[in-house]
Every structure is written in C-alpha cells, then in structure tokens.
C-alpha cells in the first residue's frame, strides 16, 4: 500500500532496527507475529512443516528487504504480503501440492500432503478471524487446496483475513477487477467442497469444544482400549468420510466400508489388540492420539492420530494421520503399561 501514514510504535521500532542493522532487535519484533503467519501460510500450504518452513523464508525475506519498509503500510500488512508470495513461490516450484484424485470417482480428491496443526502453536491473541475454528479444520484447509494457488491467496486475504480488494490486489500485485473475479471463482470452489457448512469466515466463530464432542471422543477412545468393535462402530455416521494419511488411495466415505477395512488389516487382533490413548485437540478440532503396544514391549508406543468431524453426536469425519517422528505434535512418544490412562484436557 502506498497511502501516506504515521507508523505505529511496533513499525516505527521496526524501522530503527532495519536502518542500525541490528538482527537481534529486528528478530524480537518480528518474532511476535511467527504464530499468526505460521497459520497463514499452513492455510496456503496445508503442511505443518511446510508452513514452518515458509514462515523461515518469510523472515529471510523480511531481514533482506527491511530497508524497503517505509511505514506506508501497517507492518503487519507487509509481514502477511511477503508470507504470501513465499507461499506462492513454493507452490509454483512443487507438482505434488495439488489434490490428486481418489481412486474411485465417487470418492472426490485427496490430500496426501495434509498435516494436523497443533494448537498449541496457534497465536494466544487472535486478529479477527486469524484462527477461527471455522477455518483451520481440516475440511475447510481442504477445500482450500482445491483452488489455484492465486486464487487460494486471494480468498484468504479477502475471505478470511478481511482484507479489501485493493490490499489484496496491492500484496498479490493484481488489478482489483481480477482479485474481484478471482474470489467469486474461489467462493462457487469452496461452496461445492464444503455442502451444508457456513461460509461466512469473517463472523464470529466457536473456539471451544462442545461437550457433546469431549463425550465423543472418550467412547472413541474407551472402544479402542476395550477392543470394542461393535462401540467403535455404533460412533461412526453411515456416511462416515475416512482417510489415513499420508497413505495414498486410503479415502472411504462409508463407515461400512472403512471398519471392514480396519477389520482387514487386523484392527482389535492380536498385535493391534492393546491400545491406550490421549485425548487431545488439533486444528481446533476433537483427536485422539492412539498407542500400542506390542506382543511383549513394556510399553505403548505412539501409533497415530485421530482427528474427528463430530455431527449430532456421531462421527462424520475420521482423518488418521500417522504420528511417528512429529515432535511438533507435543505428543509423549511412549506410555508406560504401569499408569493409568491420561487424558490432555
């Protein structure tokens, strides 16, 4: 932006740090705005660790061009226009950040490159809608990732963050007449991936979860440990959508189909027969993180995650992700058999 303005006092310490050269003073103003531009470029990207990455080349770029920064535009304006085209720039780089046809028609597309987002790692002091639930569950970062990288940009910062058309044609270097066109071909996209869900990002949204959700995810839970398949089963909506990833071809969207397939490939038989767990939350939305263990291991050994898509009390999304070697998930490694199960409240 190019409007004439008097920076604030973080963009007026922004500017004394670029011009005296000093990386260490320069690192402690920008750092405050790591966790909100980590969700911005996760939403572009999809990818945990992805979006960590960018969010590095991001303050790579801004120590680079931080004699650039003037003060014409709110600081956070330019942190989020060089977030952005970093994302960009990766994505044009990179064939395999496209949804991929699921291998039956009917079954639409997949994700394999998804990521569950800690939440944890999302900002204490929200902007706006930074980290409304609504739009960091996995259905919505889903849905997203089914439109152009452009156009993805472009909905984000006008649909999510708020921002008006000429910002966003300004960061994307646009006309507004394409970022306008650009968000009505983004808004018919997500309408068609997201049937039956709101679609207006920027009222206010729930943050918490519902006891109806908490209830869920205990008899998720007390199934496995029980080896109860039968419970297991009576949780799951007939329509049930499942995907385990990063596996590729593993989409279902039956609960029929998805337990004859766990059944398949030995769930609640011996050697995926003893199974504690954690209730937990991710993207905002109810998991499970699921350990087993094995024919004589003392212990129970992190084995995956579970994140539910809770609908009248019953589940209608199950997306596992495999939890292995993912620090970032500030999940224990191992449970001792000699403890009581926990439960992360």
Same mark, same amino acid.
């Given at each position: 932006m190019t409007d004439a303005r008097r920076p604030d006092d973080d963009e007026a310490a922004f500017i004394?740090?670029?011009?005296?050269?000093?990386?260490?003073?320069?690192?402690?103003?920008?750092?405050?705005?790591?966790?909100?531009?980590?969700?911005?470029?996760?939403?572009?990207?999809?990818?945990?660790?992805?979006?960590?990455?960018?969010?590095?080349?991001?303050?790579?770029?801004?120590?680079?061009?931080?004699?650039?920064?003037?003060?014409?535009?709110?600081?956070?304006?330019?942190?989020?226009?060089?977030?952005?085209?970093?994302?960009?720039?990766?994505?044009?780089?990179?064939?395999?950040?496209?949804?991929?046809? =699921?291998?039956?028609? !009917?079954?639409? &597309?997949?994700?394999?490159? @998804? %990521?569950?987002?800690?939440?944890? #790692?999302?900002p204490e002091d929200p902007q706006e809608s930074v980290v409304a639930r609504e739009t960091i569950e996995l259905a919505f970062i889903v849905a997203v990732q089914h439109l152009p990288p452009r156009q993805r940009?472009?909905?984000?910062?006008?649909?999510?963050?708020?921002?008006?058309?000429?910002?966003?044609?300004? =960061?994307?270097?646009? !006309?507004?007449? &394409?970022?306008?066109?650009? @968000? %009505?071909?983004?808004?018919?996209? #997500?309408?068609?991936?997201?049937?039956?869900?709101?679609?207006?990002?920027?009222?206010?949204?729930?943050?918490?979860?519902?006891?109806?959700?908490?209830?869920?995810?205990?008899?998720?839970?007390?199934?496995?440990?029980?080896?109860?398949?039968d419970g297991l089963t009576a949780l799951l909506r007939d329509d049930l959508r499942f995907a385990m990833l990063p596996d590729p071809g593993t989409l279902i969207v039956t609960a029929k189909d998805a337990v004859d397939g766990w059944v398949t490939h030995g769930l609640f038989q011996r050697g995926y027969d003893d199974w504690r767990c954690i209730a937990t939350t991710v993207n905002r939305m109810p998991a499970a993180a699921l350990y087993l263990r094995a024919p004589g291991d003392p212990e129970y050994?992190?084995?995956?995650?579970?994140?539910?898509?809770?609908?009248?009390?019953?589940?209608a999304e199950l997306t596992g992700f495999d939890a292995t070697d993912k620090p970032w998930l500030d999940l224990p490694p191992t449970l001792s058999s000699a403890k009581d199960p926990i439960v992360d409240e």
């Open positions: 004394a740090a670029a011009r005296s050269h000093d990386a260490a003073r320069f690192a402690l103003i920008t750092e405050r705005y790591r966790r909100e531009l980590q969700v911005h470029c996760y939403r572009m990207l999809a990818n945990y660790e992805d979006a960590q990455d960018m969010t590095q080349e991001t303050f790579l770029r801004v120590w680079n061009k931080r004699e650039s920064f003037k003060g014409n535009a709110a600081l956070r304006t330019w942190l989020y226009r060089i977030a952005t085209n970093a994302c960009l720039d990766f994505l044009e780089k990179r064939n395999d950040r496209t949804p991929v046809p =699921a291998e039956l028609p !009917t079954e639409g &597309s997949e994700v394999g490159y @998804l %990521q569950p987002y800690p939440d944890r #790692m999302l940009a472009v909905f984000i910062l006008r649909d999510v963050l708020g921002w008006p058309a000429s910002k966003a044609a300004d =960061a994307l270097e646009l !006309t507004v007449a &394409s970022v306008t066109s650009a @968000l %009505q071909r983004a808004r018919v996209t #997500m309408r068609e991936q997201l049937p039956g869900r709101r679609l207006d990002w920027r009222s206010p949204a729930t943050h918490e979860l519902s006891d109806d959700e908490r209830g869920v995810v205990k008899s998720y839970m007390d199934a496995h440990e029980r080896n109860d398949l050994r992190l084995f995956n995650i579970a994140v539910l898509h809770i609908v009248d009390g019953k589940i």
